[in-house]
């Protein structure tokens, strides 16, 4: 198991070393001088200059990289060019919101979907199943951010309940907070509800035709005990490991829904970073975005090895 | 999702057997009264591409024409979606953005195979190292997550209809170079295979004649499932102000404008949305269906 898990922890730690070559070029392929570009419209010769000393733009582009990485594992990934705060400072302030919405909608996610998906794998190509997959198909084909603005339109413009958009700090107004975060909640988690949900209803149709839940039955187990206490268990395990996979889209997901709703998070902060054309922090958000979804899938294996330990004598959970 | 396998077996048949034009259309008319769903699905997915083809003529005027008379009127005869900020006609610019969205779900998805197909044919069929250091990059490419590697392509390249498509379908290539390693780990090992090979085939050949027939369908079945999504991927990019640019009609554009004047003109907002809702649904459906006729392994 120890030898599985090096393994795996490498092959990640080689993903990290390739993603960082890949988002180290990319800033390079931006058409210009990356001097000029990092001093901003408003530089004078000098300055420009000086930015080319200063990061060192004149040695060659493998001693650049690696000078860049050396400071970046230490979380120095530069200045905005915008507001001249550290990247990862000004990354730190907008994070907390984005993790808030991102667990509040992984919540609703898991709380529709689950129940939903073990209803329908119960009750199979019954009335509920047809109804479930629908719904479900619906949650896939629709647009999150147009289901964002339908929502403004009813609840906040014709209803008046919630207001549409803006951020409290949970510290200061806990409802008031929770009142803002509830509809980009509802949108984000809705897609996601959607993907958990038929992964749900597909793990349970496989795990409650396994022996074990038929001897669970034959000692004469109550529905709802072998449903949930035998069934459930094992029926989640891969669920897990697609909510692992699911980070990215619940990242993209963020970026859309922040915008909509004008909450100050991350998925905003790069949008923003794109139009200001801020490249240190275009390159920190995506840099530090992807060593998240490795980390946090690395995290999903390592978890989904102790968990089923098949895994750990096969040895083999290629890339993913 | 009811199917039997008897069903499924008798709806298979056919398609062993070298079918004429004729038998194709019987059998997609078998299908469709099978799966009503799937059929309504296809159907619609055609209309739109017959919308998408012909809004020239369907369109009663230009997408682009301003009129400073007509402005954020609501629904009547002469604008059956209403008028925008512009005093753009809504149904003219709903129309003419099908273009866009099947130009961008369709040829982004086909970006995606062209480069995704060949990349996973050579890894899972030389394996070894050269498997290893594809994977290993296709494992980086996917730790991007989808929006955030558009955000990054589109700062480098600009934001234009192209780059977007672009940007979908360099995100969208990861999958297709797993699912075809996949396909072609377990498709090596059929013994049609190494009867080729017997006979004295090169590589080419046998990854062209022998493996990459027997493994298209299942990569037209995810095209299916990717176009859908590409087509939203677009309208979330032009959405954000990084697609397709002002004054082209396209849907995601047209809902970012929407967006500031939802309690003054709420019309600008639904029909947008509601266009690439049954777009994406109907791709969903028919691609459900489509499952069902060219794999029905997976059931």
């Not at chain 1, 000086?50 to 594992?73: H, S």
């Not at chain 2, 090596?188 to 004649?209: F, P």
Request: hydrophobic content about 55%.
């Amino acid at each position: 198991m120890i030898e599985f898990l090096a393994r795996r922890a490498m092959i990640s730690v080689v993903t990290l070393l390739v993603i960082s070559v890949i988002v180290f070029v990319g800033v390079r392929m931006i058409p210009g001088d990356p001097a000029r570009v990092l001093a901003g419209s408003d530089a004078d010769a000098a300055g420009i200059e000086e930015i080319r000393e200063k990061y060192g733009l004149n040695a060659p582009i493998p001693v650049q990289y690696v000078r860049w990485l050396a400071l970046a594992v230490r979380g120095d990934l530069g200045e905005s060019i915008r507001t001249r705060q550290p990247v990862t400072r000004t990354v730190a302030i907008k994070l907390p919101i984005t993790l808030e919405l991102a667990c509040l909608s992984l919540l609703v996610a898991v709380a529709i979907a689950v129940p939903a998906g073990v209803v329908a794998a119960v009750r199979r190509n019954s009335v509920w199943d047809v109804l479930a997959s629908g719904v479900s198909l619906c949650g896939v084909s629709i647009p999150n951010f147009w289901l964002g603005i339908m929502l403004i339109l009813l609840v906040s413009v014709r209803l008046g309940w919630l207001p549409a958009s803006g951020f409290v700090p949970i510290a200061d107004d806990p409802l008031g907070n929770l009142r803002r975060m509830l509809m980009p909640s509802l949108v984000l988690g809705a897609g996601l509800a959607a993907v958990l949900m038929r992964q749900t209803r597909n793990a349970m149709i496989e795990v409650l035709s396994a022996d074990y839940v038929r001897t669970a039955r034959a000692k004469g187990l109550a529905q709802p005990a072998v449903v949930v206490r035998h069934a459930l268990r094992n029926g989640l395990i891969p669920v897990v490991t697609i909510l692992g996979l699911q980070m990215g889209a619940l990242m993209s997901g963020a970026v859309v829904t922040e915008q909509i709703f004008v909450l100050p998070g991350f998925g905003r902060l790069i949008v923003e970073a794109v139009f200001t054309r801020d490249y240190p922090v275009v390159q920190g958000v995506v840099l530090l975005t992807a060593s998240s979804y490795v980390l946090i899938n690395l995290l999903v294996d390592v978890s989904y090895t102790v968990l089923n330990p098949r895994i750990r004598i096969r040895g083999t959970a290629d890339g993913a | 999702m009811a199917r039997e396998a008897a069903t499924v077996a008798s709806l298979a048949l056919p398609v062993e057997a070298p079918a004429a034009p004729a038998g194709g259309w019987r059998r997609a008319w078998r299908v469709g009264r099978k799966r009503p769903a799937a059929a309504a699905g296809a159907v619609i997915v055609l209309l739109y591409a017959a919308m998408a083809a012909g809004a020239p003529w369907i369109a009663p005027s230009d997408p682009t024409r301003t009129d400073w008379g007509q402005i954020r009127k609501a629904p009547s005869r002469a604008h059956p979606f209403g008028t925008d900020d512009l005093g753009r006609d809504g149904f003219s610019r709903v129309v003419w953005g099908a273009r866009i969205s099947m130009q961008a779900g369709v040829f982004s998805i086909l970006l995606a195979i062209l480069i995704g197909v060949p990349i996973g044919l050579v890894a899972g069929y030389y394996r070894g190292a050269l498997d290893q250091l594809i994977m290993r990059l296709t494992d980086a490419w996917l730790a991007f997550p989808f929006l955030i590697l558009a955000i990054g392509l589109v700062t480098i390249l600009g934001p234009s209809l192209t780059n977007a498509t672009l940007a979908i379908g360099l995100g969208a290539t990861p999958t297709y170079i797993r699912l075809t390693r996949g396909l072609v780990l377990s498709t090596s090992a059929e013994d049609y295979v190494h009867g080729a090979r017997a006979l004295g085939a090169g590589d080419v050949r046998v990854m062209g004649r022998h493996i990459l027939p027997n493994i298209v369908s299942a990569i037209v079945v995810q095209a299916t499932v990717a176009i859908p999504t590409a087509i939203i991927a677009e309208a979330v990019l032009s959405f954000l102000g990084l697609g397709v640019q002002p004054p082209a009609p396209s849907w995601g554009t047209m809902l970012n404008t929407a967006q500031q004047f939802l309690e003054q003109a709420p019309w600008m907002a639904y029909w947008p949305g509601l266009a690439i809702f049954v777009l994406a649904l109907s791709f969903n459906l028919a691609g459900d269906g489509l499952r069902d006729v060219l794999d029905p392994r997976d059931s």
